[in-house]
Each structure stands twice: as structure tokens, then as C-alpha cells.
């Protein structure tokens, strides 16, 4: 083909790019000016911690999490450190011995337990329990059945404690086996993607959630009810689906997440999401517990709780990180450039400092 063939072509490709940027800028404009979510953002402000020189570490967030195997080392890295990012003081990863030496080799400032897969594994997990806020399972967990097994005991002694807890990955594959373990337990929180929710809808209901009797009912709307239903039937545990719009519901309330990202896809994440949300988590349950409230933000609280407020926050940070490191990377964009840019979109979001 000649140099003067490809000359339109490739007009015509940038023209779409530029069109697309534009539609993506208006699409932020949009999210920005969403009375709905302007409200929101006000209600994140006032449950971020400020920074004060009289305060001491772990204040901000001790976030525990559950991962890591000979296979998946990246995603309990990069869950753990975006929890850090976001704006934990402290992450603990507690992961199978084999895998313990590449994580600590991505990052000196994640503390490493290579107990996963260990015979006293309970034993020791139990005596570092008390020292977290929240507790994040599943980045790069695995399908063993003793480490499982062990999962299905950790999340007992969690629900004891009232601890909140993200289950993410793995997790979800285990959830959908024995889905009365989080039954009812409401500072639960799951956050599977469109093929994890179908698994763990088919598991409770024996039948696929894009079937609707409703033959007027939108795909969107079909999407809605489907994640609202299994929400309300697991005891308003909160569930925060991800997909081309994140959908958030405790099967009381429902919101759809409809902030920018990307269309890149590459793995990882999943695990930016639940990093940042085990921070959240803890921010926003602190900030219910103590009524850290202005007066002018306590009628609002009432439309939220704090895990659906949480699961909000995340959503939107880390759809803002994707698409900012998308402006500047295209194709070539990986989680570890959307980590870095946490910063950036949790200014924009919630300037607060």
C-alpha cells in the first residue's frame, strides 16, 4: 500500500482518538458535575484522616491480606502497596513460603508472613489478628484446599471479631462453594468482575443472572437487579461488581459507579481495587463508629453505609488511575503505571490536604 493510501488512514485514527479523548472528557465532566456523586465526594472528604503531626502509625490503617502462591506473586503485591498509596500506615501480607522472598523483594515497606502454607498457620495468624483494621483475601491465593480450608477458619474468627473484610480473587471461587459462610455477615464485602459474580450467582440461585422474566428490562438494568438480589439474599452483605460500570449494592441501596477509565484490560486491577478498598474500609467504618459527621453531611450519611461508601471510593480511584495512566501510556499501560498515578487521582477526587 502507498504512502498516500495509509496518509487518510491514519488521519482517520487519530480523528477517532481525538474523538474518543473528547467523549472521555465529557464523560468526566459529567461524573464530576453528577449531583449525586458531588455529594458523595463531599461524604469521602470527611471520613479521610487528616495528617497531624500528633498522630502515631497505624492510626491510619492496619490492612491485613490473605495471598500470594508459587504461581501469583504480583497480585498481593499490588494489593498491598495500593492499600499503602491509598493511605494506610501499615500492610501485612500473608502469603505461601514460596512466594514470601519475591514479594519482599518488589517492596521494603509491605511486612511479609511466608505462614500461608505452614502447619501452625492459624496459630500464628491468630496472634497478628488483633493488630489489623481490615483484612483483604484472595490476590494471588490459589485453589489449594488446605489453604482454603484455612480461609474458611480465618473468615469465621474475622466474623467474631466484627472485622470488616474484602474477599477478592480466589475468595470469590471459595465463596461460591459455601456461600453461607458470609451470609448475613454485613461488614462483608465481595468484589467480584462480571465472570466471578455470574459463578457466584449461579451458586446460590442454580441459574444465570442474565436471564430476566422481564423482557422490557434493559442489560443494565438486568445487571442492577441481578447484583441487588444476591446482595440482599446472602443478609445484605455489600457486593461491588466490576465492569464496564462498577454496580455496588447491599441489597437495600444501589449505585453505579459510572466514572471513566480505560478499555486497556490488563491484569492486576482487580487488586488496585481491593488495596484501596481495604483502606477505605477502615476510614469509613472509623468514621461511622466515632460520627466523625459535620451537621451539614448527617442527613446525607443516611443514604450510605460505610461499606457502600467504601466500595464508591475505590471504584472511583482506581477507574480515575486507569484512565490517567491510559492518557499517557495507551496499549503499553500495566497496573503498575495505574499505582502510580494513585496519587494524582485521589487529589483530583478528594483534595483534602
Known amino acids: 500500500m502507498s504512502d498516500d493510501n495509509q496518509q487518510p488512514q491514519q488521519q482517520q485514527q487519530l480523528n477517532h482518538q481525538d474523538e474518543q479523548l473528547t467523549v472521555d472528557e465529557k464523560a468526566k465532566v459529567e461524573a464530576d458535575n453528577d449531583e449525586e456523586f458531588s455529594e458523595f465526594r463531599q461524604m469521602i472528604c470527611s471520613i479521610i484522616p487528616p495528617l497531624r503531626p500528633e498522630f502515631h502509625k497505624g492510626q491510619a490503617g492496619r490492612i491485613g491480606l490473605i495471598g500470594g502462591s508459587r504461581e501469583y506473586t504480583g497480585a498481593p503485591y499490588f494489593s498491598a502497596i495500593s492499600s499503602m498509596k491509598t493511605g494506610a500506615d501499615l500492610s501485612y501480607v500473608f502469603c505461601n513460603s514460596d512466594s514470601a522472598s519475591v514479594i519482599k523483594s518488589y517492596s521494603p515497606e509491605l511486612i511479609v508472613y511466608p505462614i500461608l502454607d505452614q502447619p501452625n498457620f492459624l496459630n500464628d495468624f491468630n496472634e497478628i489478628l488483633p493488630k489489623l483494621h481490615v483484612l483483604v483475601i484472595g490476590p494471588g491465593l ?13 473468615i469465621a474468627q474475622v466474623k467474631e471479631r466484627n472485622m470488616p473484610i474484602v474477599l477478592d480473587a480466589d475468595a470469590l471461587y471459595f465463596i461460591s462453594k459455601c456461600p453461607e459462610i458470609v451470609r448475613g455477615y454485613t461488614a462483608a464485602i465481595l468484589t467480584p468482575n462480571v465472570a466471578e459474580f455470574d459463578r457466584l450467582y449461579t451458586a446460590v440461585f442454580r441459574s444465570d443472572p442474565k436471564q430476566s422474566s422481564d423482557k422490557t428490562v434493559t442489560g443494565d438494568d438486568n445487571a442492577r437487579s441481578a447484583v441487588e438480589l444476591l446482595a ?17 449494592s447491599n441489597g437495600r441501596i444501589t449505585y453505579t459507579c459510572r466514572e471513566p ?19 477505605f474500609t477502615h476510614w469509613s467504618h472509623k ?15 443516611q443514604n450510605y453505609s460505610p ?3 467504601a466500595c ?7 477507574r480515575r488511575c486507569a484512565r490517567l495512566a491510559f492518557q499517557k501510556h495507551a496499549r503499553s499501560t500495566t497496573t503498575t503505571d495505574m499505582i502510580q498515578e494513585i496519587k494524582n487521582a485521589f487529589t483530583a477526587l478528594f483534595p483534602v490536604d
Open 142 to 154: 490459589g485453589r489449594n484446599d488446605q489453604i482454603l480450608s484455612n480461609v474458611g477458619t480465618v
Open 232 to 248: 440482599r439474599t446472602l443478609g445484605h452483605i455489600t457486593i461491588l461488581r466490576k465492569g464496564p460500570e462498577d454496580i455496588v
Open 261 to 279: 477509565g480505560s478499555y486497556r484490560r490488563c491484569g492486576g486491577q482487580g487488586d488496585l481495587l481491593s488495596g484501596a478498598l481495604g483502606t
Open 287 to 301: 468514621a461511622f463508629e466515632s460520627n466523625q459527621i459535620s451537621d451539614t453531611l448527617s442527613s446525607i450519611y
Open 307 to 309: 461499606t457502600i461508601l
Open 312 to 318: 464508591l471510593a475505590s471504584s472511583m480511584l482506581t
